[in-house]
């Protein structure tokens, strides 16, 4: 009975007694069927009854172990290993383009963690997934969202600069290990088909819709609705603008030369710049939207005079375009930059979040630097820092700018050091630190004049100290070379 009631908690327990009986009963069968006797012959049980029961036996014994392995379920396995759509273990791990970079060293101390059992008991899977699975989700699930049209990754919400799915090897090979140590077969990927002759709009559709543009109010209202529906929908649709180089200003006609004061203009723009941003997801046709001439120009207008969310959409656009390099100077040598600031100084939340995602990009390209700190990016960015909005992606752009002169020295003007010394104390990302670090760095080399407020900064708080101590390498460096630059003056004083 005792045994009983180990078996009622411990269910693996009793499938292994259950597995191992009947592998005795099948070792007997099989050796009286060798030995060409039969074990019960008495009681009228001949040998092919033998082969009967054994044969029984073998796939009573194959149910087992199937059951065995439906009940080890994949509920028990990492969070990680699941993907945030399907909320199911994922078949094939791949990385959208908002994933983060994981570099080759990194990759290989985690695989080594991982598979090696000299370092098991020091990491666990968590540890090991903070790395490198960021952004990672099944194939077949995330496919089935970019189909739907979407422009954003589905857990951070930022624009893809592109929709090229990554194979995630390491995931990948961490959840088959993970498999193979339970004894788990892992399924093989699903596939997902974005085949659906009876939804496709044809191409008469397209055209008819576009030949609705240069006609009446109403009429361009109706085909700039259903343009921005199927564009959204239907990734076709998308290819059908770059299949033609008079599609887009067709599409943009109806607002090149009107004013979009009236709430009626204001519907027809919204629907119009949004078209052109799902338009810009599309690959093919980043070039030759950035390069319509009309299309820059009345994004910009958009970002100055639409209702929130077209000016949001707008610099979202701005965005998916800049992707290309080329694209980059254009559109900074068109005076995108100005509006963008602006957009990202009135504070709309996810208007921030999008005008951010375009300068940070555009000022990838040296000379969209300078216009930026020429057209004010600096005191804004300092200012919303300061309110500590969107700080990860507002400091990633001030530690791109501080490589322009003008910029440190405004910074030092802005007060920029105390702020920045502040956000390293109150804050647990080492990105963020890294950011601060690497901006205060350059202050340091650029400005002597700040020597004397960072050495307060460390004999109050030793804030230096600690990221030379705690840091990231890179965070470390800096802050070793900061220390070294403002105790330097000191060192030779007391030598002297």
């Known amino acids: 009975m005792a045994k009983s009631g180990v078996f009622e908690r411990d269910p693996t327990a009793a499938t292994k007694v259950a597995t ?12 009286s069927i060798v030995e060409g006797s039969s074990p019960d012959e008495e009681n009228g049980f001949g040998f092919t009854d033998c082969i009967d029961r054994a044969t029984q036996t073998l796939q009573s014994l194959k149910d087992l172990k199937h ?6 379920s994949f509920d028990s396995c990492p969070k990680e290993f699941n993907c945030p759509l399907s909320k199911e273990i994922m078949r094939d791990p791949v990385i959208i383009s908002s994933g983060e970079v994981i570099s080759l060293l990194n990759s290989s101390i985690i695989l080594c963690v991982f598979f090696c059992d000299r370092f098991s008991n020091m990491f666990t899977v968590n540890d090991t997934l903070t790395f490198c699975n960021l952004q990672t989700y099944d194939r077949a699930s995330i496919q089935k969202w970019l189909k ?21 090897q390491l995931v990948r090979d961490m959840i088959t290990q993970w498999c193979k140590n339970r004894g788990v077969r892992l399924p093989g990927p699903l596939h997902y088909s974005d085949q659906n002759p009876a939804t496709e709009p044809n191409h008469s559709v397209f055209l008819s819709l576009l030949n609705k543009l240069s006609s009446t109010l109403s009429d361009q209202k109706e085909a700039a609705s259903s343009l921005r529906s199927l564009t959204k929908r239907v990734p076709s649709f998308r290819a059908y603008f770059g299949e033609s180089n008079d599609a887009i200003p067709q599409l943009l006609a109806p607002l090149s030369g009107i004013k979009t004061e009236t709430e009626t203009h204001r519907d027809l723009q919204e629907d119009l710049i949004t078209t052109l941003l799902n338009l810009s997801i599309h690959d ?3 070039k030759l939207v950035a390069e319509t001439p009309i299309a820059i120009p009345i994004l910009l207008d958009a970002l100055r005079s639409g209702t929130i969310e077209t000016r949001s959409n707008a610099a979202a656009t701005l965005f998916t375009l800049s992707a290309l390099d080329s694209n980059k100077s254009l559109i900074g040598k068109s005076g995108a930059l100005e509006p963008l600031i602006d957009l990202l100084e009135e504070g709309h939340v996810v208007a921030m979040k999008d005008a951010a995602s375009a300068i940070f990009n555009l ?53 920029a050091v105390s702020c920045l010394f502040s956000l390293i ?11 601060c670090i ?59």
């Open 425 to 435: 104390r109150e804050t647990s990302c080492d990105r963020n630190k890294e950011n």
């Open 363 to 415: 000022c990838i390209v040296h000379e969209n630097k300078s216009r930026a700190v020429r057209d004010g990016a600096v005191p804004v960015i300092l200012k919303k820092i300061g309110e500590r909005v969107h700080v990860d992606e507002l400091l990633a752009i001030l530690a791109m700018l501080s490589s322009n002169q003008r910029a440190v020295e405004e910074m030092g003007d802005l007060r």
């Open 67 to 72: 059951r065995s392995l439906d009940n080890t």
């Open 20 to 31: 191992d009986n009947l592998k005795k009963e099948l070792q007997r069968l099989v050796n």
């Open 284 to 286: 093919n046709n980043k």
């Open 438 to 496: 690497a901006i205060l760095h350059t202050i340091c080399f650029n400005d002597r004049t700040k020597w004397k407020e960072m050495k307060e900064e460390e004999s109050k708080y030793g804030t230096l100290s600690r990221v030379a101590e705690d840091g990231t390498s890179r965070a470390k460096r800096k802050a070793n070379g900061i220390l070294d630059r403002i105790n330097r003056p000191l060192n030779r004083t007391h030598t002297a």
């Open 148 to 168: 739907a049209g979407n422009r954003s990754c589905p857990k951070t919400k930022q624009v893809l600069s592109h929709t090229i799915l990554t194979p995630n």
